[in-house]
């Protein structure tokens, strides 16, 4: 392994921070505008830190990649919402 990540490993990487973070305030019993905003918010940092561990050092572009990470993880923040929302109500009560 060369150490590069390539550009799906890094999507799949953020998609499942995303999930996670839902999931944490899914069970800390969020209201939904919280269950968007919190991975919205607090993936692109826990990313940017995974980086920073996997490099060693600072992205020099750390401050571009925030606020172009972030409005990626509300949307798919939402879509998680969203899935999660519809299979929740189409559980048998």
């Not at 390539?6 to 839902?22: E, F, I, M, N, R």
């Not at 980086?51 to 993880?73: E, I, K």
């Not at 919402?81 to 189409?90: A, K, M």
């Amino acid at each position: 392994m060369d150490g590069h990540v390539t550009l799906l490993q890094a999507l799949g990487l953020l998609l499942g921070l995303v999930v996670l973070c839902y999931a944490a305030a899914v069970l800390a019993g969020l209201s939904s505008l919280w269950r968007i905003a919190l991975p919205g918010a607090l993936v692109p940092f826990l990313f940017q830190g995974l980086n920073y561990l996997h490099l060693g050092h600072l992205d020099p572009f750390f401050a571009v990649a925030l606020v172009l990470s972030f409005p990626v993880c509300v949307v798919a923040a939402a879509v998680v919402h969203g899935l999660f929302e519809s299979f929740r109500r189409r559980r048998p009560d």
